[in-house]
């Protein structure tokens, strides 16, 4: 069973900006993890972008860094990621995951993590 959904993939072109939503299915992701990974075409699916469950701090690959934000919004139940300045090498299915009462989410070995969404594709191309 599916208990998180993401939202807000598409085609964008290089220097573009998108916003992506992960929303859960029958709970609240007060007390969870949240993260972001994705999989490009070839590759192992690599992690983006975590939020922890306690004091929200974040953490963002290398790769990401200073052009995503991951935000979490509790009155929406939702959590976000703004993507920025989006390169043709982000190009991937974009996956939401959570965890309960995880402190960093992008760490565990994914084998670990119990939700995921079923991903929504980004594409950067002129």
């Known amino acids: 069973q599916v208990r998180l959904v993401e939202s807000g993939g598409g085609l964008v072109q290089p220097g573009g900006s998108l916003r992506l939503s992960c929303a859960p299915s029958g709970f609240t992701l007060d007390y969870y993890a949240v993260g972001w990974f994705r999989q490009a075409p070839g590759k192992a699916r690599e992690g983006v972008s975590c939020?922890?469950?306690?004091?929200?701090?974040?953490y963002y690959a290398n790769s990401v860094k200073g052009r995503f934000t991951i935000s979490r919004d509790n009155a929406k139940n939702t959590v976000y990621l703004q993507m920025h300045t989006l390169k043709p090498e982000d190009t991937a299915v974009y996956y939401c995951?959570?965890?309960?009462?995880?402190?960093?989410?992008?760490?565990?070995?994914?084998?670990?993590?119990?939700?995921w969404g079923q991903g929504t594709q980004v594409t950067v191309s002129s």
């Open positions: 939020i922890s469950s306690s004091d929200d701090s974040t």
């Open positions: 995951a959570a965890a309960l009462g995880v402190q960093a989410l992008c760490a565990m070995p994914q084998r670990l993590i119990a939700d």
